[in-house]
């Protein structure tokens, strides 16, 4: 069963603006990551925060973890049109493989 | 350096036709896994590979069967499609498990009339 819920699960911006996403999950975790989709294409990973880190750059993108509330966020500062795509959060739990979300899709209009 | 290659890219397949999808990574990665991607329900894992030789189930592996012969190699069958196995079939590797990042191939986009 799928152990991570994006929220919203489709947002529409600006060029320039942030774009924010959420991510719940049920149970205890490892790690969680976040992966891109681009349309017709495999997922990217993006970044990973670990069960004892609260927050993570990597160039534009910032991501929290807060495990007591079970959630993470995903924001990505000056959005590009090229930015517009799909995004995945994915749960860690013990030796178990990735269990992904069901998605957030980002449009970025120019 | 091509990373995880999936073939075929599309197949169009008639119910209760047999096929074969073949995932090839070059990251001699010990981990691969097949997730399916249907609209509106994310990614689901089928199977899974921890090394060469072993597989096990995923959340979602009826109608499916896959083998590890050789590190490099991942593949699925399909013994009887059903139009229920119609997807976008997702291969993926990582080097040691589950805490490490996942590298994912192009997808085939499968379809059983």
């Known amino acids: 069963s799928q152990q991570g819920e994006e929220d919203p699960q489709a947002l529409s911006i600006q060029e320039g603006e942030n774009a924010t996403m959420n991510c719940s999950y049920k149970t205890s975790i490892n790690n969680l990551q976040w992966y891109r989709q681009n349309s017709g294409r495999g997922l990217v990973h993006l970044i990973l925060?670990?069960?004892?880190?609260r927050e993570k750059h990597s160039g534009r993108l910032r991501v929290t973890l807060d495990t007591s509330k079970k959630s993470s966020s995903l924001l990505i500062t000056a959005s590009r049109a090229a930015d517009t795509a799909s995004y995945f959060c994915a749960t860690v739990t013990g030796n178990t493989p990735l269990v992904f979300g069901k998605g957030t899709r980002l449009s970025v209009i120019a | 350096n091509a990373g995880v290659t999936q073939t075929p890219k599309f197949r169009v397949l008639k119910t209760g036709q047999s096929m074969t999808l073949l995932c090839a990574q070059d990251m001699n990665h010990e981990y691969m896994y097949w997730y399916r991607q249907d609209p509106g329900m994310g990614l689901r894992l089928i199977h899974y590979s921890v090394g060469e030789g072993t597989t096990a189930k995923g959340e979602v592996p009826d109608g499916y069967n896959v083998s590890r012969l050789k590190k490099q190699n991942f593949l699925l069958g399909l013994e009887s499609a059903a139009p229920s196995q119609t997807s976008v079939y997702f291969c993926?590797?990582?080097?040691?498990?589950?805490?490490?990042?996942?590298?994912f191939g192009q997808g085939t986009r499968l379809t059983v009339v």
């Open positions: 925060i670990r069960s004892n880190e």
């Open positions: 993926a590797s990582s080097p040691t498990g589950a805490s490490t990042e996942a590298f």
